[in-house]
């Protein structure tokens, strides 16, 4: 099993930016996922780090630290629509992944 | 069909009734997954699939079991349910190729079990 750790909620501005750390255990790494899922709706994919290093789409971007068994997902130029769930999942070995609880993001104006 | 579907979208179920929830993917996807989701405690694993034919149980298989006939449908059953059963499910696919292997997940299904 795992052991995924990230805030439970944070708030932001409007125009600011926010970075969601998530602390992970594992003993066979294959790969980091970040899904944003807003209130009442499914998860839908947001980024993929398997290296360490930082991997930018546009107004968000991902870190990873294999060796520190960390990641962030930091948005930048926060929008209204960014208020949702941010959700961190570790893959292990074979296909599945595991999620932590997630963080709640509130966009503030 | 467009993605993942899944149905009811919403359920009210006394306990000891049985239950199926469906899911169909028309992406051609290999791997299928379900996933309960509750408060604070994030999306947990209940079943998956990774080819046609096979299933395997996740990190809370107990009361609920699947089936994959093919790979289209995987449905998930609660043979009797019970009050902690209720929930937020989800369904989810992937290709099941590893790398950037993102899974994409169906609207969801709300259980209510009284």
Not at chain 1, 67 to 94: H, I, P, T, W
Not at chain 2, 59 to 72: F, K, W
Request: hydrophobic share 35%; proline share 3%.
């Amino acid at each position: 099993g795992q052991n995924i750790d990230q805030p439970t909620e944070m708030t932001a501005t409007e125009g600011a930016i926010v970075q969601i750390n998530c602390t992970y255990q594992t003993s066979g790494f294959n790969g980091l996922f970040w899904y944003q899922q807003h209130a009442g709706e499914a998860p839908t994919f947001l980024s993929y780090n398997v290296l360490d290093g930082l991997e930018e789409k546009g107004r968000f971007s991902s870190f990873l630290s294999r060796s520190k068994g960390y990641s962030y997902l930091l948005l930048k130029e926060l929008q209204m629509k960014d208020s949702a769930s941010y959700l961190c999942a570790v893959r292990e070995g074979d296909y599945k992944l595991s999620f932590g609880a997630g963080t709640t993001v509130t966009v503030r104006a | 069909i467009a993605g993942i579907t899944q149905a009811p979208t919403s359920q009210i179920l006394a306990a000891g009734r049985r239950m199926t929830l469906r899911c169909t993917q028309d992406m051609r996807h290999n791997a299928m997954y379900w996933y309960r989701q509750d408060l604070g405690l994030g999306l947990r694993l209940i079943h998956y699939s990774n080819t046609a034919g096979t299933t395997g149980k996740g990190e809370v298989p107990d009361g609920y079991s699947v089936s994959r006939a093919n790979t289209d449908d995987f449905p998930l059953t609660l043979a009797s349910a019970v009050p902690s059963q209720t929930s937020v499910y989800f369904c989810a696919s992937s290709d099941d190729t590893g790398g950037a292997d993102t899974q994409y997940f169906g609207p969801g299904t709300r259980l209510t079990v009284l």
